[in-house]
Nanobody, 111 residues
């Protein structure tokens, strides 16, 4: 059973930072592609960042230069470091892998 548990969301002011974590189990973490996705109010879920097993990464244009995806294979944890946050980053952030999703963690960027 694939399990993905996100944490680290919260309320932050514009320009601030947050680090999201996704604890994974139920699959071979080290060789599987994982990613962060988000869904803002009134919008469809979108890809934010993808991490492939070989260390290759892909980012949405809207977050390039501000967000960094990384993974710790020993801890089976995926991270998303979010810097220079903007109000438009407000969304529920989901961890995805093996066609599965976590429950999401709310990120709110507001002054």
């Amino acid at each position: 059973q694939v399990q993905l548990v996100e944490s680290g969301g919260g309320l932050v002011q514009p320009g601030g930072s947050l680090r999201l974590s996704c604890a994974a189990s139920g699959f071979i973490f080290s060789i599987n592609t994982m990613g962060w996705y988000r869904q803002a109010p009134g919008k469809e879920r979108e890809m934010v960042a993808i991490s492939r097993g070989g260390g290759f990464t892909t980012y949405a244009d809207s977050v390039k230069g501000r967000f960094t995806i990384s993974r710790d294979n020993a801890k089976k944890t995926l991270y998303l470091q979010m810097d220079s946050l903007k109000p438009e980053d407000t969304a529920v952030y989901y961890c995805g892998a093996m066609s599965s999703w976590g429950q999401g963690t709310q990120v709110t960027v507001s002054s």
